[in-house]
C-alpha cells in the first residue's frame, strides 16, 4: 500500500489500495469454448507507457484499474473496459493532511522502482475552498509549515512533478478568500514552492485557474509572483475543471507572456467534452453530465511552453454532493464510466 488520502470538491483524493499481487490473482481459469484465447486472457496490471512521451508513473492500485478487475471476474467485460481507460492513465496523487511524508514517500517510491515520475497535488492550505464542498486545510500557518515539512521529506531526492495548492490563488484574485488572509496565503505558497524547489528532482506548478474563472488572464499576474512563480516551474491550467485543450492554450500563453515567459500544464483529465455551457458556475463545474476523458497524460504535447498534459483531477471521484455525486472526492463509478464512455 503506498498510502492514504483524502482530498476536495473538483479534486481527487488518493485511493492506494490493496497489493497489485491482487490483481494479478485473476488470472485464474476460463473456459476457452466460451471464447477464443485472446478475449479469455485475464486483465493484468496496468503498464506503465514508453518513458519518452509519458515520463509519469501509473499506479497499478487505482480504484479504477481494481474495479476493472473486479468487474472483469464478475463478467461484465464492457464496463471493465471502460475503466480500463482510466487505469491505463497515470493521474495525479492528491496529498491529504494525514500523513504527508508517508504518503510522498510511498508514492515516489513506487514510481522510481518503475523508473517513472509521481505526480503530486499538494492541497491543505489554510482556509482552503473557501468553506466549500472541500473546506478544511492546515489549522494555521504553523500547522501548514509542518505538515509541509512532512512532504518535502517524503519526497526526497526522488523525481517528482507537483501541482501546489489548487484554487488557492485564483480564490484570492475572485474575491472569495477574505482579504485578511491574503498575505499568509502568499507567505506560505512562496515557502512552499522555495521548500520544493531546493529538492534535487522537483517540479512546481502553480495553480492559476483556468479561462472561465479569472479573466482577463492579466489579473492572475500579481498573484503569481507574490506567491513566488519566478521559482516555480510555471502554473497549471484547468485543474478539476472542463475547460478545452483549445482555450487553456491562448490563456496560458496570454498569462505566460506576462510572467516572462513561464511554462505550463494542462489538467486534460475531463475536458474531451468541453465544459457545459450552463449560466449556473456551479452547475457548470460540479458534476456537469455529458463529459469525457480528454487527452492522455504526455509530455509529446507539441507546444514549446506547454510542459505536459496531466490527469490532475482523478476521472471517476465527486467533486461533492451536487447532481446526486457522493462527497468530494469519493469513486463514483457511475460518473467514470460516463466519462469512458463519452470519450472519443
Known amino acids: 500500500m503506498f498510502g492514504s488520502l483524502s ?25 476457452d469454448s466460451a471464447a477464443p484465447p485472446e478475449v479469455a486472457r485475464p486483465p493484468e496490471a496496468p503498464a506503465q507507457h514508453p518513458k519518452a512521451q509519458v515520463p509519469f508513473w501509473v499506479n497499478p ?14 463478467g461484465r467485460s464492457g464496463q471493465s473496459e471502460l475503466l480500463a481507460k482510466i487505469a491505463a492513465q497515470p493521474v495525479a496523487e492528491w496529498i491529504g493532511p494525514d500523513d504527508p511524508e508517508g504518503q510522498a514517500r510511498g508514492f515516489t517510491e513506487a514510481a522510481a522502482k518503475a523508473d517513472r515520475i509521481a ?44 501541482i501546489l495548492e489548487p484554487d488557492a490563488l485564483p480564490h484570492i484574485s475572485d474575491g472569495c478568500t477574505p482579504r485578511d488572509y491574503h498575505e499568509e496565503r502568499f507567505a506560505l505558497i512562496k515557502e512552499a514552492v522555495g521548500r520544493l524547489k531546493a529538492l534535487p528532482h522537483t517540479k512546481v506548478y502553480l495553480d492559476a485557474g483556468n479561462p472561465s474563472w479569472v479573466t482577463p488572464a492579466d489579473r492572475m499576474e500579481e498573484p503569481l509572483r507574490r506567491a513566488g512563480i519566478e521559482r516555480a ?7 478539476s475543471n472542463f475547460q478545452t485543450t483549445k ?13 516572462d515567459g513561464k511554462h505550463f500544464v494542462i489538467d486534460t483529465s475531463r475536458n474531451g467534452n468541453g465544459p457545459l455551457r450552463a449560466a449556473d458556475h456551479e452547475k457548470a463545474w460540479c458534476n456537469p453530465h455529458g463529459r ?7 509530455t509529446d504535447t507539441g507546444d514549446p511552453k506547454v510542459d505536459a498534459y496531466l490527469w490532475v483531477k482523478r476521472p471517476g471521484e465527486s467533486d461533492g454532493t451536487c447532481k446526486g455525486g457522493p462527497d468530494a472526492g469519493q469513486w463514483w463509478e457511475t460518473y467514470a464510466l460516463d466519462l469512458a464512455r463519452n470519450a472519443r
Open 7 to 31: 482530498g476536495r470538491a473538483r479534486a481527487a483524493l488518493s485511493t492506494a489500495g490493496a497489493a497489485v499481487g491482487a490483481l494479478l490473482l485473476l488470472s485464474g481459469c476460463s473456459d
Open 61 to 74: 492500485e487505482s480504484t479504477a484499474a481494481k474495479r476493472a478487475a473486479e468487474l472483469r471476474k464478475g
Open 119 to 162: 505526480v503530486l497535488v499538494l492541497y491543505n492550505i489554510p482556509h482552503r475552498d473557501c468553506g466549500q464542498y472541500s473546506q478544511g486545510g492546515a489549522s494555521d500557518g504553523d500547522s501548514y509549515r509542518g505538515w509541509l515539512d512532512g512532504a518535502v521529506r517524503g519526497i526526497g531526492d526522488r523525481g517528482a512533478t507537483v
Open 233 to 239: 516551474d510555471g502554473f497549471a491550467l484547468n485543474v
Open 247 to 259: 482555450a487553456n492554450k491562448e490563456y496560458g500563453h496570454r498569462l505566460s507572456q506576462l510572467l
Open 292 to 298: 469525457a476523458l480528454g487527452a492522455p497524460p504526455t
